[in-house]
């Protein structure tokens, strides 16, 4: 009886998290309209992670390299063709073309840094 009890805290707890963390992972969109934010890549992520901003405005972005290793050296739009070669301790600033809606992944070369930018 007891067992089951555990079980199921355990069954909830876990569904909890898992719950939270997408929710939370949806819910850390930074809007950079206004004021540019500096998005770092260290330890394997970028942060923020889900960036949004307008559709058919400018973009501006920029990025801090944290990470020395050749991992984080380039930032990849996929879908927009663009890429960057970021320097490692030094803000690089992109700018892209105004875009239509919608969600465009940014990446390193190995895509083990992963980002979005949704276009709203
Ligand atoms: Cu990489």
Redesign the pocket.
């Known amino acids: 009886m007891m067992d089951i009890v555990i079980v199921n805290v355990a069954g909830s707890a876990l569904v909890g998290l898992i719950v939270w963390w997408f929710w939370l992972s949806r819910s850390v969109a930074r809007r950079v309209d206004d004021a540019p934010i500096t998005i770092v890549a260290e330890d394997g992520v970028y942060s923020p992670t889900h960036i949004e901003v307008s559709r058919d405005r400018p973009i501006v972005l920029r990025f801090l390299r944290k990470d020395p290793s050749p ?2 050296a380039k930032v990849i739009f996929t879908e927009l063709g663009v890429s960057a070669d970021l320097p490692v301790g030094e803000v690089q600033e992109l700018h892209l073309e105004p875009q239509p809606p919608g969600e465009y992944e940014f990446v ?6 992963r980002g979005a930018l949704s276009v709203k």
């Open positions: 991992c984080a390193c070369e190995m895509h083990m840094y």
